[in-house]
């Protein structure tokens, strides 16, 4: 008796319906990373925005700051005049402070900036020799 040997060719409905779901595993998978990073890259831009308003307030202050050094808060929680479009809620507050009391010229000067809905905050200091 001849045993006749077919030849599949192709693949078969499981096999393909297998490979789908791999595939949709993948895609689901990746999908999520990539919706992961974009959100961390807004956050990094946001508080770099964030640290480049306190820095540039800092420099601003600390040359303009008391030559007695006197303990107190130049600006309480104000907003921020034109913040950044994807910065939303910010708000600044400075402080000057008395490290050493034996140091009489030295001051050192606190910039808080807070932004966003959960109030992140960024915070830069200063020394200054008068």
Known sequence: MKMYHTHQSGFTTVELLIALFIAAIFLGAGHQLYNAIVQDSGEARQRAQANNIAYNMLRRYADSAPSVCTPGTAVNNTLVPNPPDNLKNVRHTITYDCPQSSLLG??????????????????????TAQ
């Open 106 to 127: 030295l001051t050192r000067v606190v910039v808080r900036v807070t932004y966003g809905s959960d109030a992140q905050e960024v915070v830069h200091a200063m020394y």
